[in-house]
């Protein structure tokens, strides 16, 4: 039991240095509203400067997003599956190779729980409060990636915080496919 608690305490300790507010994590700032108008939107990091486009085509069948970088290269894809049980979104890569799918959980009684099908990683799991966007991604037992709007005044934004070993397309896709499923 002892040897848990320390586990725990080294684990705490090493999620600070990385998501702290001197952390090593890479920041990004998204603005909540303008995801669900469909409509083309900015990401930023933490200077404010643009860094990914996200393209909204909701004139088709599926909802359909395109990531951009800031030259105009198509980054990924995401597309909304039809047809399903439980909300489901598929992302893609620039050759159309699957990324990842987002599902989310049929059972989650205290709180909002997604999982994302990694094609050759671990999977991840996002567990919070969607809703108020305050979540986390992990892979297992460590986060990776951290949602909250309590970092901004503007009531329309929020954060994301993302481990600097990590794809930050593919959680920022999973972040804004969330959204989406969430709050769309």
């Not at 305490?9 to 469909?38: C, N, P």
């Not at 205290?110 to 986390?136: I, M, S």
């Amino acid at each position: 039991m002892f040897d848990r608690a320390k586990e725990r305490r080294d684990q705490r300790r090493e999620e600070r240095e990385v998501f702290g507010i001197r952390g090593t994590a890479t920041r990004y700032r998204m603005r909540q509203s303008l995801i669900s108008i469909g409509d083309d939107f900015w990401i930023e990091n933490e200077r404010g400067e643009r860094t990914f486009k996200v393209d909204g085509k909701m004139l088709r069948v599926r909802d359909t997003l395109y990531f951009e970088d800031m030259q105009g290269n198509k980054v990924c894809k995401l597309q909304q599956k039809l047809l399903r049980i439980r909300d489901t979104m598929t992302i893609e890569g620039e050759d159309g190779e699957s990324l990842a799918t987002v599902k989310k959980a049929l059972i989650a009684p205290l709180r909002d729980r997604w999982t994302v099908k990694v094609g050759d990683a671990p999977d991840l799991e996002v567990k919070g409060n969607l809703l108020d966007y305050e979540y986390e991604i992990g892979d297992g037992d460590r986060k990776i990636a951290e949602v909250s709007k309590k970092w901004f005044r503007i009531t329309d934004t929020y954060g994301v915080q993302i481990e600097p070993s990590q794809n930050d397309i593919l959680i920022l896709a999973v972040t804004v496919a969330i959204d989406m499923m969430s709050h769309g």
